[in-house]
């Protein structure tokens, strides 16, 4: 079986200042892990994917996350917050030896709060 | 390029009724995804369409609800009775990769309230 896990419930920062959201996965094969933004009364907006290739990856809206196998991590990042960052994020993972069946098994989400 | 549209938005509906959601992916996407979303909860799996056909509703609880895309590119959801539990927002999304690796885009999604 897949998870998710998103430790914090909410995260605050300031205005200007780098950003964290941490996620960490465990699934049976190799993952595929999968950030999207959820603003309110709106579907969910896809940021950014990890495949394979670079543990790096850049995403929408300047927005980065960054794969660690030995860790089962895939936290997102962002070097500069801005206001408009405010939202709920879910970090979501889908193990690549799933067969057909490709459905995302998410975490509960972290609300992201950007103070001016 | 048009997105998942869904309808209705919402809808408020009485215990034991009947409910039904409509979902048009984006045009193309071969695979479709219903997930249900309650409050405070991230997004869970309830059935995925490859074309016309089923792919996984492993997690669907079939003696309530059912889906079906007939043609390969629509679908319906249905919930038939409802009970209180099943508030939540319901979100259809659409793929055009297959193997797992594709992006999901999702709909707006449908906001049920079962008093």
């Known amino acids: 079986a897949q998870s998710v896990a998103q430790p914090e419930d909410q995260v605050n920062v300031a205005e200007g200042n780098p950003l964290t959201v941490k996620c960490t996965y465990s699934v049976s094969g190799n993952p595929y892990l999968f950030w999207y933004v959820q603003y309110p009364n709106r579907g969910l907006q896809f940021l950014l994917k990890y495949i394979t290739g670079d543990n790096l990856v850049k995403g929408s809206y300047g927005f980065e996350a960054e794969f660690n196998k030995s860790q089962t991590s895939f936290h997102l990042k962002k070097p500069s917050a801005l206001v408009s960052d405010s939202a709920l994020y879910f970090c979501?993972?889908?193990?690549?030896w799933g067969g057909g069946a490709d459905g995302l098994t998410f975490g509960k989400g972290t609300h992201l709060i950007i103070q001016p | 390029e048009a997105g998942v549209a869904q309808s209705p938005r919402y809808k408020i509906i009485e215990k034991r009724q009947s409910v039904a959601f409509w979902c048009n992916p984006i045009?193309?996407?071969?695979?479709l995804y219903w997930y249900q979303q309650i409050l405070g909860q991230g997004p869970k799996l309830l059935i995925q369409f490859q074309n016309n056909g089923v792919v996984d509703d492993s997690q669907l609880p079939k003696d309530r609800f059912s889906a079906e895309r007939l043609k390969g590119v629509d679908s319906t959801l249905k919930i038939q009775p409802a009970k209180l539990e099943d508030s939540a927002v319901y979100l259809c999304a659409s793929s055009l990769e297959q193997g797992g690796f594709g992006t999901q885009y999702f709909g707006p999604g449908t906001r049920l309230t079962v008093l």
């Open positions: 979501a993972v889908r193990d690549g």
């Open positions: 045009s193309g996407h071969a695979t």
